[in-house]
């Protein structure tokens, strides 16, 4: 079983839908969570970052946290064509001298017109 | 530069040969990290710089696989004795702090034939 689990999708949604992407983890040492976008033939982009549970909101995006069921989501509002990319969960302990993340596979989402 | 660069953007190569890739962080970034995506998955950590050290290389898979940061700034990614199995996507990404939120460039998509 692997540590952060992520429908690859794709998922499809017309252009104005709510998008909900989810990951779940498995390691309750994890206590970082970000989520990124990758566009093709791109780096990862951060998209959001937080370290508690409950909601954080910023502009179209919310993610969300719920660490007693180790359950994380990303929630996009009024879905826009140039929000068709890959969203990748991602996660990772604090302590030491390391902070790597633990990504999931990564969900395809296509926003379509 | 603004953001990470990686060079080149594009390595083919054939089995058995040898091949370098560069990192450029950001400019002031302490932390620097080398991960690998292959095609459908989410990126896997490699290995992870504070300043020159390796800090943690636990990720590299074999003794075929170096990388350097001599000055604290640039690194290398070396790869020996290549293999098709090493065809991926090499993910560089910098941060000011072991515990900051992970900057990626868009990656060297190494293809051995």
């Known amino acids: 079983q692997k540590e952060v689990e992520q429908d690859p999708g794709p998922l499809s949604v017309p252009e104005g839908a709510i998008v909900s992407l989810n990951c779940t983890y498995s390691n309750s040492a994890f206590q970082y969570f970000m989520w990124y976008r990758q566009y093709s033939r791109k780096g990862p982009e951060l998209l959001m970052y937080?370290?508690?549970?409950g909601n954080k909101e910023d502009g179209r995006f919310t993610a969300q946290v719920d660490k007693s069921s180790k359950y994380i989501s990303l929630f996009i509002r009024d879905s826009q064509p140039s929000d068709s990319a890959t969203y990748l969960c991602a996660t990772y302990t604090r302590g030491g001298t390391a902070s790597k993340l633990t990504f999931g596979t990564g969900t395809r989402l296509q926003v379509t017109l | 530069g603004a953001g990470v660069s990686q060079t080149p953007s594009n390595k083919v190569t054939e089995k058995g040969k040898y091949v370098e890739l560069r990192c450029d962080p950001i400019s002031g970034h302490t932390a620097l990290y080398w991960y690998r995506q292959s095609l459908g998955q989410g990126p896997e950590f490699l290995i992870y710089f504070q300043g020159t050290g390796a800090a943690d290389d636990s990720g590299l898979p074999n003794d075929r696989f170096f990388a350097v940061r001599p000055e604290g700034s640039v690194s290398t990614l070396k790869i020996q004795r290549t293999e098709r199995g090493d065809s991926a996507v090499y993910l560089c990404?910098?941060?000011?702090?072991?515990?900051?939120?992970?900057?990626f460039g868009n990656g060297t998509r190494l293809t051995v034939t």
């Open positions: 990404a910098s941060s000011d702090s072991y515990n900051s939120p992970l900057h």
């Open positions: 937080t370290y508690s549970s």
